[in-house]
């Protein structure tokens, strides 16, 4: 089993140190606040090095010399690290306790140590740019296999989920393994374990995290499908509760893909969960007899709502929100309106946007805007009465993986309600400028970065993003242009 890194400045920081030693709040202790200008301006760059920056980064700048660095290795990244922080791993800044000259002595020292290794070259971190911003990559956390799924706990402590089955919580730079996840996972194909989710129940105040799988078919694991269980929180482990089991989108099936799944609680106080069709496109997104293919709702309690569209009809799953899905693999609340929104992937062509509405119809595969990925037709019909348009689809397919939307934080006004979403064919994460509900403008973001596989953001408008095959987590930062 590998273990995720944690990156803080130099990739070989060990986790949860800072540049400068805090005290266990996290900030300078008042002692050091007094004497800082006058304790660094007043000695050398190694003594004062010595004085604030040993006790965690080792002596003679131990941590900086043949590491990987995350955050950037140029004079103007080093000295941006020391002046402003980087909370969400723990350090705080030194901009108010350090004048500048002393942190251009520190960062002049640091860089000097490292250089001390043979083909050391300076470099800046990942960065994109568009229009109007350019965003920084840094990255938080490596070493991760395959992650899937990615949800808050807190704005500075994140749960992270791997397909083979370990989940893992980062918590302000620090990574510890979750016990006590399913042991019944279908790790073949596309399954694994999915999606994550931490919510805190408004009337009793309990933490649940809930997590979506392919599920081992009872027996064996021949047949499988998409799962949802739930554990009380218990984050002095960390690890789960016994799990409660909520949901199997049966039938199982021998089949090892399209699963969807991502779970969230909508604005209404309802639990939505997306689940793919299995690759069996002409068995099960136009019936209401089987749980593939669809978009189900459920209260946080697993048990079903009675304003369910479909409660009471003979022969229907009671949970079918929505349906003639294909393989949803995004979904968010809109954090102003609550409104859910999905993306599926099409087939070659025909990825789409959508607004899961009660009781309605998505049409997959009776209409479509895409083709079989050899290239013959699966249908000439996009429209036909009683079937639902999507609010954007993409010609080609991007694999449209993750779902977020831009809010708050240190963004631009002019970035405020877009869409962010991953593109695992492509390996870039996609903004959808909107205007009026519609997108009017796409833009490539960290084009080459890998197979974005989710997207996160935390109350205060952090955006995460996670990356299989490269097994990273990035935190972007908006860097305004002037």
């Not at 408004?202 to 554990?231: C, H």
């Not at 799944?261 to 002409?282: F, I, P, Q």
Request: with cysteine.
């Amino acid at each position: 089993m590998r273990s995720p890194l944690l990156l803080l400045l130099a990739g070989g920081v060990a986790a949860g140190s800072v540049i400068f030693s805090p005290d266990d709040a996290g900030h300078p202790s008042q002692g050091a606040t007094a004497s800082a200008g006058a304790g660094a301006a007043s000695g050398a760059a190694p003594e004062a090095y010595t004085q604030w920056c040993a006790s965690c980064h080792g002596p003679n700048g131990r941590d900086f010399v043949a590491r990987t660095w995350k955050l950037g290795s140029t004079s103007e990244d080093v000295a941006r690290v020391i002046r402003e922080g980087y909370p969400l791993l723990g350090m705080p800044g030194y901009g108010e306790v350090l004048q500048d000259e002393d942190i251009v002595a520190l960062t002049d020292y640091v860089l000097e140590q490292a250089s001390t290794e043979r083909g050391f070259r300076a470099e800046a971190p990942t960065t994109t740019a568009t229009d109007d911003l350019t965003v920084r990559a840094n990255v938080v956390m490596e070493g991760l296999e395959t992650p899937w799924g990615m949800d808050f706990v807190d704005d500075t402590t994140l749960l992270v989920t791997e397909r083979e089955g370990r989940i893992w919580l980062w918590e302000a730079g620090k990574v510890k393994p979750v016990a006590g996840g399913p042991t019944d996972i279908h790790v073949r194909g596309q399954g694994g374990l999915l999606d994550v989710m931490h919510w805190v129940d408004p009337q009793d105040g309990q933490a649940w995290v809930y997590l979506t799988y392919s599920k081992n078919e009872p027996g064996g694991d021949k047949g499988s499908a998409t799962a949802l269980v739930r554990g009380r929180w218990m984050p002095d482990g960390p690890a789960l509760g016994p799990l409660e089991n909520l949901f199997v989108a049966e039938p199982y099936e021998s089949t090892h893909h399209h699963y969807g799944s991502r779970v969230a609680v909508g604005g209404d106080g309802k639990l939505y969960l997306t689940c793919g069709e299995r690759g069996m496109r002409d068995v099960h997104p136009q019936t209401l007899t089987t749980s593939p293919g669809k978009v189900h709702r459920f209260n946080p309690d697993g048990s079903v709502p009675q304003d369910n569209p479909f409660v009471g009809e003979p022969g229907s799953v009671p949970s079918i929100w929505s349906w003639g899905h294909r393989n949803p693999q995004g979904m968010t609340v809109h954090p102003e309106t609550g409104a859910v929104w999905t993306h599926e992937h099409g087939p070659k062509g025909g990825d789409e946007i959508n607004l899961p509405e009660r009781g309605k119809n998505y049409g997959w595969p009776v209409i479509t805007f895409g083709k079989n990925y050899t290239g013959t037709i699966i249908t000439r019909d996009t429209a036909m009465a009683g079937m639902e348009q999507p609010l954007y689809y993409w010609l080609p397919s991007i694999g449209a993986c993750g779902l977020e939307i831009v809010h708050g934080g240190d963004w631009p006004d002019g970035w405020q309600g877009d869409l962010l979403v991953g593109s695992l064919s492509f390996e870039y994460l996609e903004r959808l400028h909107l205007e009026n509900g519609r997108v009017v403008q796409r833009d490539r973001l960290l084009e080459g970065i890998g197979r974005v596989r989710d997207i996160a953001r935390n109350s205060r408008g952090d955006l995460f993003v996670a990356v299989e095959g490269t097994g990273k987590v990035y935190h972007l930062v908006p860097v305004t242009q002037d």
